[in-house]
């Protein structure tokens, strides 16, 4: 639930205003309403993927898959365009100087997940990390060589 909820959160930064679509949506079994944009792109760009699950929301399209490199989720907006995607990974997969600030900052909270999100522009990888204690959940945002921000208190 608490995965779900950081992937919608990610999902909600690219919130885009939604539009016509002038009939290019396509309905095919499992890509309910899933714009054919999205699905030529996904398909090239991820052409091995497996376990593949559309979902559409009123402000972008996402996608959840397998690759030999784990589990994924690709959003992409309501015309087709790629936003990005996201991936679960350890805490040890995030950038030292990352760890030793949350060490640091948050050493009473216990890590509960790391979302490393990604896309093709030239902005850097983002985590967000989920942090939890007694009852209270934080969600931190980790840009390497910039340290961490408070993204969002959860409970």
């Known amino acids: 639930m608490k995965k779900l909820f950081i992937t919608a959160a990610i999902a909600t930064m690219f919130s885009v205003t939604a ?17 054919y944009t999205a699905l030529n792109k996904f398909s090239t760009e ?11 929301t009123p402000n972008c399209q996402k996608v ?20 990005g ?7 040890l997969l995030l950038p ?9 900052k948050y050493a009473d909270y216990t890590v509960s ?5 990604e896309n093709t522009s030239a902005e850097p990888v983002v985590y967000f990390v989920d942090l939890v204690k007694s009852g209270k959940e934080v969600v931190l945002k980790a840009v390497p060589n910039q340290g961490l921000a408070f993204f969002q208190a959860i409970k």
């Open 113 to 117: 997940h790391v979302i490393r999100y």
């Open 96 to 104: 030292e100087a990352n760890r030793k600030e949350i060490s640091a």
């Open 19 to 35: 539009f016509a679509d002038g009939g290019k949506k396509v309905k095919a079994e499992g890509e309910k309403n899933v714009s």
């Open 64 to 83: 959840d898959f397998l690759t030999e490199s784990g589990k994924f989720t690709a959003f992409y907006d309501l015309d087709g365009e790629y936003l």
């Open 85 to 91: 995607r996201t991936q679960e990974i350890s805490i």
């Open 46 to 56: 991820f052409e091995n993927a497996s376990n593949v699950v559309w979902t559409v």
